[in-house]
């Protein structure tokens, strides 16, 4: 296939996201993960002309009914010389004010600046200064519980004067209702803003949320702040010894609104210990009886006589891990599809994203409640644009054209979540508002974007007349190019399948199995409906377990699923095509070379095909035995494989390592004693595949690279390997021959996980000043 070059369909703006890290074979650290955050929020962040405009365009309520008292005095009288303390009596002389003057009267104030979580319920160990909480559940243990934080406070000094906001104020000279928000570059307020992120990003974990509003004092001044996942608008810096009836109008309104207006999510039920639904799940999770004890490939004696309504063993054993910690409360979630409202009760996330601003994907083991069965739920923030499918539907048409037997999620119900969109990009654009003739900017007209009485509905965006009309090659209606914030709704996605990680492959020849099991549905997606998945990763192949009947009686197979369309999109080689959206993801770790060096270039079969073999390597040194005898060995060729990057001209790109694997068309690693390349030797059948596989690749960038010098031509036998690596039936067919050798029988070579626990690289993180978007 011709590949095409586009300037707006491209690659991830920048693929090496925050959630990426967790890839890594060196966990990063709370420091790097929140560099990482702050880095991916930068100019996702909307500023207001007042505290006013904030309260009444994000947290309306009725004065009528719930009218502020007057106060006779300054509340604050006490902290006219905060901006002379330290820190913490800033927080005592507030905390104080709050009781004396009965502030906030429905809400609990309580601090948490010194114990964190421990690592089994928080696996950062942060500890924010504060919290409004309901006064029935306010703890006093002094840890965060963001499980339960209604409104987060956070508290900085102003001895430094600046040193410790975040955020900066500007105006545009032209509008004075508009209110720029100033990312200052100076290393202590961007670690704040870093630190903030990760605040309101633990809170979205541990709650369902369609946003968070957070509270932020330095010193005499504050801030008020609302996350969601499309970015934050955030208020100026107003004096509140000098003017004190903002800050009061909001801790007034946070204790008299309704929970859905402070972003609770009210199609997520949170269960109390002593209700049906919360005895019904503690049930389920021990009950044994409908087990099916074994899981891995076998025939089921012909004696044993499955239990009615079984399950496997380990999904139920998932669920109940995933309620075992009564600090991840337990809850029912409601998914709207044909008119039916289904409810799934579920725990902890089994799987969720590490960043603030995205999709924000969380999936669980659910209890169907109608279906009396465990399943897959994902929750996300999907894209919200005209031209993007959902990927119920995308499932959906797959399986209607490729068969029942293609290896893909098998849908139950899906839909948005009613009236849950995010607001924070609406307002960017309100306040940015474009001329109908010439695209300049015009002066905002009217107030901002206001949530209803229910939840965060956007403004309206056109979608077509008719949703069966072929409209691709049109720009999308709703799309502003100039707006660095992505519009989401809330989406849920309920699957039969409740599937095993990649990890847990039992040996190589089944590892080499599931890989084509996964190229060989590529390929029939791809045949069938021009589809290409744009996201392969390790986290989107997994193990599926399941009973079919065979020529001897019942057996159990393992089957791998190619999981995750949701950012699938037809393939098209019109360089006019417009974007669907801002951006898109990918994980860097699996990405091909060509799409990491060239953020511009159109994804291409060949570029999936790759992403695919760099997982099946991966996991074949991670957990098979090698030539390479040292743990360390392992990881090092991970990490530097993988994980690594290099920087020139200030931009970023792949890694030396992984370039010169595909250049060299072999898999070894660098032997520092003899200063060369010693080829990984797994001493079976593997041996057969990796390499010439590779080959393949190495034709590939052999003609990319002539093709970019106009007086070189490569040679036809290069340009004819170079274009089976657009072929699934090439990859396939030497998958297939690998796993039909003879060189399997009797070979147990899973060694377990050869990453040695703990091992730390040598590799520095990514200057976050190269993490940006390429031009």
């Not at 029912?332 to 590490?354: K, M, W, Y």
């Not at 924000?360 to 919200?384: E, M």
């Not at 530097?640 to 070894?668: H, P, W």
Request: charged fraction near 30%; aromatic fraction near 10%.
């Amino acid at each position: 296939m011709e590949e095409s070059v586009s300037d707006v369909e491209s690659t991830p703006l920048n693929p090496r996201k925050a959630d990426s890290l967790k890839h890594n074979i060196d966990e990063p650290d709370l420091e790097e993960f929140r560099a990482k955050n702050e880095e991916e929020m930068r100019a996702h962040y909307v500023g207001t002309g007042s505290v006013e405009e904030f309260l009444d365009g994000l947290l309306p309520y009725r004065p009528r009914t719930n009218k502020r008292p007057p106060l006779p005095d300054n509340p604050f009288a006490t902290l006219k010389e905060a901006d002379s303390w330290v820190e913490a009596k800033v927080v005592d002389k507030f905390n104080e004010a709050l009781k004396t003057h009965s502030l906030c009267p429905k809400l609990a104030f309580r601090r948490s600046q010194h114990r964190p979580h421990p690592k089994n319920t928080d696996e950062t160990g942060q500890k924010i200064d504060g919290g409004f909480f309901r006064l029935s559940e306010a703890p006093d243990d002094g840890r965060p519980h963001w499980e339960l934080q209604l409104v987060q406070a956070e508290f900085k000094g102003r001895k430094d004067k600046d040193k410790y906001d975040p955020f900066a104020d500007g105006e545009t000279p032209l509008f004075e209702p508009i209110a720029e928000v100033i990312e200052p570059s100076a290393e202590t307020r961007t670690e704040v803003r870093g630190q903030i992120i990760t605040y309101a990003e633990q809170v979205f974990a541990m709650q369902h949320r369609t946003f968070v509003f957070m509270l932020l004092v330095m010193g005499r001044r504050f801030r008020l702040i609302r996350w969601d996942r499309s970015g934050a608008i955030v208020t100026r810096a107003v004096d509140y010894y000098e003017s004190p009836g903002p800050l009061c109008e909001f801790l007034w309104r946070i204790s008299h609104v309704k929970p859905v207006a402070l972003g609770l999510d009210p199609s997520a039920t949170r269960l109390t210990p002593n209700s049906v639904e919360f005895e019904t799940m503690t049930n389920i999770a021990k009950d044994t009886s409908r087990d099916l004890p074994y899981h891995a490939p076998r025939i089921i004696p012909p004696d044993y006589k499955l239990p009615e309504g079984y399950w496997f063993k380990y999904v139920r054993e998932m669920f109940a891990e995933s309620i075992s910690n009564p600090e991840w409360l337990r809850y029912r979630l409601e998914v709207v599809c044909n008119g039916e409202i289904r409810s799934f009760l579920v725990g902890r996330p089994c799987f969720r994203a590490r960043a603030l601003a995205g999709r924000g994907t969380r999936g669980y083991v659910a209890y169907d409640v109608k279906g009396d069965r465990f399943v897959w739920l994902k929750d996300c923030w999907r894209a919200s644009y005209d031209l993007l499918e959902k990927e119920g539907d995308i499932l959906q048409r797959i399986r209607n054209e490729c068969g029942a037997d293609v290896s893909v999620p098998t849908v139950v119900c899906h839909g948005d979540v009613p009236l849950q969109a995010t607001l924070t990009a609406d307002w960017w654009e309100h306040k940015h508002p474009l001329s109908p003739d010439d695209g300049r900017p015009l002066p905002p007209s009217g107030p901002p974007p206001r949530r209803s009485s229910r939840i965060t509905v956007p403004m309206k965006r056109k979608i077509p007349d008719d949703e069966n009309e072929e409209s691709n090659d049109e720009p999308a209606p709703n799309f502003r190019p100039d707006c660095p914030l992505r519009h989401h709704e809330h989406y849920r996605l309920v699957v039969e399948q409740v599937c095993m990680p990649l990890k847990n492959f039992l040996n190589g020849k089944q590892l080499v199995s599931i890989t084509s099991d996964c190229v060989l549905t590529h390929g029939q997606v791809f045949e069938k409906l021009n589809i290409l998945h744009r996201d392969i990763s390790d986290s989107n192949i997994l193990i599926h377990p399941k009973v079919i009947e065979g020529d001897g009686g019942l057996l159990i197979v393992w089957k791998g699923i190619l999981a995750d369309w949701e950012i699938s999109k037809p393939v098209s080689t019109d360089v006019r095509i417009i974007a669907r959206q801002p951006e898109r993801t990918g994980t860097w770790h699996f990405l091909s070379i060509n799409l990491i060096n060239n953020t511009w270039k159109l994804v291409t079969v060949a570029d999936e095909l790759e992403s695919l073999i760099y997982v099946l390597i991966y996991y074949a040194v991670r957990y098979l035995r090698s030539s390479l005898v040292s743990r360390e060995d392992v990881a090092r060729f991970l990490d530097d494989t993988y994980d690594a990057y290099s920087i020139q001209r200030g931009e970023l790109f792949c890694g030396e390592r992984k370039v010169r694997m595909v250049t060299n068309g072999t898999l070894s690693v660098y032997n520092a004693r003899n200063a060369s390349y010693d080829p990984i030797v797994f001493n079976s059948p593997m041996d057969k595949l990796i390499n010439p596989i590779l080959k393949g690749f190495r034709a590939r960038y052999n003609v990319m690279q002539a093709q970019s010098l106009p007086t070189r031509r490569p040679p036809l036998a290069t340009v004819r390997m170079a274009n089976k690596v657009n072929s699934h039936k090439w990859i396939k067919g030497y998958l297939e021959l690998c796993y039909g050798d003879s060189g399997w029988s009797g070979l147990q070579d899973k060694a377990g996980d050869r990453v040695p626990s703990g091992w730390e690289s040598n590799r520095k993180p990514i200057p976050t000043r190269f993490g940006g978007p390429r031009s």
